[in-house]
């Protein structure tokens, strides 16, 4: 590679984190878009299909592919010589890319994953989409792809389902995925920042992932998913590709995820947060995952909202279930197993978008399957109990801010 085609690179302060680097490569985006067109929903530009798909059953096997989307996409361009241009409300379609695209060649790509409820009183929600926009951002300037307002995303994501809400999810009870996306789109080889970028927002079908008996995970032996300084709190397309052969593995010998450790700490389950509930060895009822400070796991919605809604609503007992303590910090696979022979632990789950909150029945580690207990029968009571507050507030049986309502057309 010429060395001209090498962008330079900063080497930060001695004893800069991580963290401060993100904020501040954020800081020095938005500052940079000074001059340059700003992502703009108020110049949405309405483009309606004259060949409307036909919307299939819920539980068809179109549906179940995941590969089935609305007539509808969103899409904004973006040049590094006039920002962003007016984005674009336009009937589904394929993309064109030249073949050397830099998404093509340098994983220069993110996206979020979320998605739209219809409730049971007919109203049609998203689950805290600013969460998600706000994400995107960091995301997207963790791999040196464009900045813009996560208000304006938002507002291009409410009109997305505006218009193809009605029609595509007509069902009380039901969803559909959501999947904002960035990459860099402009022609020309070379290991440099993109000098045109890529938005769309795509709205598609995806089967229930939930499984009956819970889920048996395999803690992870020969490889990790991510590292200290690295990028594994981003959403982007390069944390999961690399992933797919060992998740492949796992389930070849009979188990549904890799849980990821690092170091031997666990870490994430697949793509989803971890969380078990135990008993610490003095007693106390606590709920614990990983933390988020050495910027190796994702910043989950989910993730975040059963912590916060724990805090409000387990800090003291709920009918037979005790109070919890709720803990963000490191632990082992030798520590669940240590509990495991202790009897001390009470229940896990894995938590994300796809997989919502998912009780885990069997974790294998060193060969040996060990038990999650699950006293709801399906699941453990802790996570049947979380589970259920957060479906009240996607589907409308809970008045929360979290539970934001779309006007449709």
């Not at 179940?64 to 040049?79: F, G, K, L, P, Y």
């Not at 695209?101 to 929600?125: I, N």
């Not at 000098?195 to 490889?223: D, H, I, Y």
Request: with cysteine; net charge neutral.
């Amino acid at each position: 590679m010429a060395p001209s085609a090498i962008s330079p690179t900063i080497t930060p302060a001695k004893g800069v984190k991580t963290a401060e680097l993100t904020a501040s490569a954020i800081s020095h985006k938005l500052k940079k878009q000074n001059g340059l067109q700003p992502l703009d929903a108020s110049k949405l530009i309405f483009t309606r299909t004259t060949t409307p798909m036909t919307v299939p059953e819920i539980g068809d096997s179109v549906a179940n592919s995941a590969s089935q989307c609305t007539d509808h996409m969103i899409t904004a361009v973006w040049r590094n010589t006039s920002g962003w241009e007016a984005p674009e409300l336009r009937p589904y379609g394929n993309l064109s890319l030249a073949p050397t695209a830099s998404v093509l060649h340098y994983a220069t790509e993110c996206f979020e994953g979320m998605k739209m409820y219809r409730g049971y009183d007919g109203k049609l929600r998203l689950f805290r989409p600013d969460a998600n926009c706000k994400r995107m951002l960091v995301s997207a300037t963790r791999i040196a792809l464009p900045a813009f307002d996560p208000e304006e995303l938002e507002k291009l994501i409410f009109a997305l389902l505006a218009v193809d809400g009605k029609k595509w999810l007509p069902k009380k009870g039901t969803f559909l995925y959501l999947r904002p996306t960035m990459i860099g789109s402009g022609a020309g080889l070379g290991v440099a920042t993109p000098r045109e970028a890529t938005l769309f927002v795509v709205a598609t079908f995806m089967p229930s992932l939930e499984q009956k008996g819970g889920m048996k995970v395999l803690a992870s032996q020969n490889g990790v998913r991510a590292w200290p300084g690295g990028f594994g709190y981003a959403k982007v397309g390069a944390n999961y590709g690399p992933s797919l052969m060992a998740t492949g593995e796992a389930r070849a010998r009979g188990y549904d995820q890799v849980l990821w450790l690092l170091n031997g700490k666990v870490t994430e389950a697949g793509a989803s947060n971890f969380f078990i509930v135990w008993k610490s060895k003095e007693g106390k009822t606590e709920l614990v995952t990983a933390p988020l400070g050495h910027k190796i796991i994702l910043d989950g919605v989910t993730r975040r909202s059963i912590l916060q809604l724990a805090r409000e609503r387990l800090s003291s007992s709920q009918g037979e279930l005790d109070a919890v303590e709720v803990i963000e910090r490191d632990f082992t696979m030798d520590d669940i197993a240590d509990a495991v022979k202790e009897h001390r632990v009470i229940e896990a789950f894995a938590a994300g978008t796809a997989y919502f909150v998912a009780p885990i029945s069997a974790i294998n580690y060193n060969d040996e399957d060990l038990d999650m207990p699950m006293a709801a029968g399906e699941s453990g009571k802790y996570t049947a109990l979380i589970k259920s507050w957060l479906v009240n507030i996607m589907y409308g049986h809970e008045d929360h801010e979290w539970g934001v309502v779309v006007d449709e057309q």
